[in-house]
């Protein structure tokens, strides 16, 4: 069983910074995709950053230029360094994992709240 655990979601005002992690942990096989998703109050669910064998990162265009994905696959771990934050990135965060095998596990999602 695969467990991801994020943190570093919060409130920040317009303009600032927050890092988001997601380390994974338990029995799994190698892990070959990590992503960030987001969902909004009544939007659809969207994919904000992926990063694939630890190196090919992809960013939706609404976050481009302001968001960072990165992996440690020694650690499991994908972060999300998200700078000049906006009200519109106001939104719960999830983790999301795919491994060689094509399972995918979903972390609880952090709430991100920025204020203008």
């Known amino acids: 069983q695969v467990r991801l655990v994020e943190s570093g979601g919060g409130l920040v005002q317009a303009g600032g910074s927050l890092r988001l992690s997601c380390a994974a942990s338990g029995s799994h096989a190698s892990i070959i995709a990590m992503r960030w998703y987001r969902r909004a109050p009544e939007k659809q669910r969207e994919l904000v950053a992926a990063i694939t064998d630890g190196r090919y990162t992809s960013y939706a265009e609404s976050v481009k230029g302001r968001f960072t994905i990165s992996g440690d696959n020694a650690e499991n771990t994908v972060y999300l360094q998200m700078d000049s934050l906006k009200p519109e990135d106001t939104a719960v965060y999830y983790c999301?994992?795919?491994?060689?095998?094509?399972?995918?596990?979903w972390g609880q999602g952090t709430q991100v709240t920025v204020s203008s």
């Open positions: 999301n994992v795919v491994d060689v095998l094509n399972s995918i596990y």
